[in-house]
């Protein structure tokens, strides 16, 4: 799988987390570990976690993919947790989560000086559709193969097309 951005291929660096006792079905998340892609100019890693089970397709369980638009750069989020970007605070009382959406947010770049160094941390703003509400669908999973790039692409599109701009 490419990244959407950059189109460097994506990988698992980190760890690879069994799903059952004997290790069959595994999560893991591929990242772009590109460090000349467009979306490290504001600090963000594309990334998408599957589910891998032996000889069967990937399944799409969460995405974080940021595209430009008009100028501005967007992120696609499609997640388990509605309403939260990245995972629940720890505040989250126990029982049934939400079901899963697919959001898009436009990322605000903002910076903090600490020691005469720079440190970038994001923002982001929702992104209203024409009834101005956030711009939400139920979650659109994304194939995980030799074209997921494309596939991400379109959907953004798609979704993007709903939005309303001030």
């Known amino acids: 799988m490419k990244?959407?951005?950059?189109?460097?291929?994506m990988y698992n660096k980190d760890q690879i987390h069994?799903?059952?006792?004997?290790?069959?079905?595994?999560?893991?998340?591929?990242?772009?570990?590109?460090?000349?892609?467009?979306?490290r100019l504001f600090g963000y890693t594309p990334h998408m976690s599957v589910i891998v089970?032996?000889?069967e397709k990937w399944i799409c369980q969460e995405y974080h993919f940021p595209f430009q638009y008009k100028n501005k750069w967007f992120a696609m989020v499609g997640e388990p947790f509605q309403g939260y970007l990245g995972y629940p605070p720890r505040s989250v009382k126990p029982g049934p989560l939400p079901e899963k959406q697919t959001t898009i947010y436009e990322i605000i770049k903002n910076l903090s000086f600490s020691m005469g160094g720079s440190y970038g941390f994001i923002n982001y703003r929702n992104v209203q559709d024409?009834?101005?509400?956030?711009?939400t669908a139920p979650f659109i999973?994304?194939?995980s193969g030799d074209n997921?790039?494309?596939?991400?692409?379109?959907?953004?599109k798609r979704l993007i097309k709903l939005a309303v701009f001030s």
């Open 3 to 9: 990244c959407p951005t950059c189109l460097t291929i």
């Open 18 to 39: 069994n799903l059952d006792p004997e290790g069959y079905s595994v999560r893991m998340s591929l990242h772009c570990w590109n460090l000349e892609c467009p979306a």
């Open 53 to 55: 089970n032996p000889n």
């Open 130 to 135: 024409k009834k101005g509400e956030l711009l």
């Open 141 to 143: 999973p994304i194939d």
């Open 148 to 156: 997921m790039h494309e596939q991400a692409e379109q959907l953004f």
